[in-house]
């Protein structure tokens, strides 16, 4: 089954509308970005009540402000990682420690003005756990899999093409990254390359990261082989 991956931008999260026989979108974005995705699903002549899911890779606050309004508008079931759950179900904005120099510098730009992001809570429907979650019920033919390391709750979805989209494993935009790469921002640095060899293992050939433009995951095996 072909599945036709749309990229939309809500705010500096770049978030995908997948199309198989159903539609799933994989993240909710900045807050009151809600309107941009019903948009882009009116561009791909996608009615709104056809969005049955969707999957938010980690619960920082660009990946799910969003998320309540996009439920509100779709009647989609939203799907998050239990460790995650309560960041969106009760306005958390917790942020992942810098792992490079240029990470932690901006992690101590970014933190004074979190105060001034609202994050509007909303339940989640799908509580996923850490063994893989199959989306072929969605019309998907791929699966959602537990991949710490960013954050505890992080999840990327693995299609059986091999596009893997892997929320901030992987960032691939300025100002975070000047070229394809690991994330500057991490939980715990060990379970990034842990979760990456496990995709590669999996199958995983395109990364589609949330900042930044798609990459082949050949890139990656080159980054994490350092580490082996």
């Not at 660009?62 to 989609?76: C, Q, R, V």
């Not at 179900?89 to 970014?110: C, D, F, Q, Y």
């Amino acid at each position: 089954m072909d599945v036709a991956i749309t990229s939309v931008p809500l705010g500096f999260c770049q978030c995908y509308v997948l199309r198989g026989d159903g539609v799933i979108v994989v993240d909710a974005g900045a807050p009151n970005n809600g309107s941009r995705l019903l948009h882009a699903l009116q561009s791909e002549h996608i009615s709104p009540s056809d969005l049955n899911l969707v999957v938010i890779t980690h619960g920082h606050w660009d990946h799910i402000g969003s998320a309540a309004e996009i439920k509100a508008a779709t009647g989609a079931k939203i799907a998050m990682h239990h460790a995650e759950v309560g960041w969106l179900e009760n306005s958390l904005k917790p942020l992942s420690p810098g792992v490079t120099v240029w990470g932690k510098i901006l992690r101590a730009m970014h933190r004074p003005f979190m105060p001034l992001i609202d994050i509007p809570a909303t339940d989640v429907n799908i509580v996923l756990d850490d063994e893989p979650f199959s989306l072929w019920a969605y019309g998907i033919p791929g699966q959602v899999i537990h991949t710490p390391g960013h954050s505890p709750g992080s999840v990327s979805l693995l299609l059986e093409s091999g596009d893997a989209f892997v929320g901030d494993l992987a960032m691939n935009r300025l100002p975070l990254r000047f070229s394809p790469g690991l994330p500057i921002f991490a939980d715990r640095p060990s379970a990034v390359i842990k979760s990456w060899k496990m995709l590669l293992e999996l199958g995983a050939k395109m990364v589609f990261p949330a900042h930044g433009k798609p990459f082949p995951s050949a890139i990656i095996a080159r980054k994490i082989a350092k580490f082996e």
